[in-house]
């Protein structure tokens, strides 16, 4: 978080937060909501912040709170954030073998694997939960696998947990769980996708 961001916090402390105008696409495209109203009509996709300045500022004052809202603070504020897949979204760095995430951090370790019913590969991180954007998932299963099988010894229809996987830049054994349909991303890695500020 940048010192002016901490400094403005230390001074004015009990701004109250916002939300509805900021989300974060499955793609990791932060996307503005000028009407404040992303929170009451998800299918608004929003416009696409593309100023450079400002992604290197959001990108840096990324952060979630104990109830796994996430939000971006802004000076004094706090503007909490519509994940509309997860809360980090991570992508093949350039090597083609770490894994980073849509704020340019490199991700130290990957601590599970999840696979849902619509074919998204999640993993939880110690930065926090993340979605493997769709574009690199090919590339990558083709490097996730236990000591004997790829992933495509998995029978995807069928939901079940498997220990020791790994990828060649992560070589410490996880689980890997395959959900059913009913399982929600969120309630089980545990983050918001409506964030809401507490009552004043």
């Known amino acids: 978080m940048d010192a002016a961001v901490i400094e403005a916090m230390k001074k004015w402390p009990n701004v109250p937060a916002v939300s509805g105008y900021l989300s ?13 109203d992303a929170n009451q009509h998800p299918e608004h996709v929003g416009e696409r912040i593309s ?5 290197a500022f959001f990108n840096r004052n990324y952060q979630t709170d104990e109830q796994g ?4 603070q802004n000076g004094p504020q706090r503007v909490y954030v519509r994940l509309d897949a997860a809360p980090l ?12 995430d849509h704020t340019g951090r490199l991700v130290k370790a990957v601590q599970a ?7 998204r590969l999640y993993l939880r991180t110690p930065t926090g939960p993340a979605l493997l954007a769709s574009r690199d998932i090919p590339a990558l299963l083709e490097q996730l696998r236990t000591e004997q099988h790829g992933l495509d010894s998995l029978d995807l229809e069928h939901p079940h947990y498997s220990e020791g996987w790994s990828l060649p830049a992560y070589p410490r054994r996880c689980s890997l769980t395959v959900w059913s349909s009913c399982v929600s991303p969120a309630d089980e890695l545990a983050y918001i ?3 809401e500020p507490d009552p004043i």
């Open 193 to 195: 996708v409506l964030p």
């Open 69 to 72: 809202r996430w939000f971006i």
């Open 113 to 119: 694997w999840f696979v849902s019913a619509e074919g």
């Open 89 to 100: 979204i991570v992508s093949l760095a350039e090597d083609l073998a770490h894994l980073q």
């Open 24 to 36: 974060l696409d499955q793609s990791g495209h932060w996307r503005h909501h000028p009407a404040g």
């Open 51 to 55: 100023h450079p300045g400002l992604l």
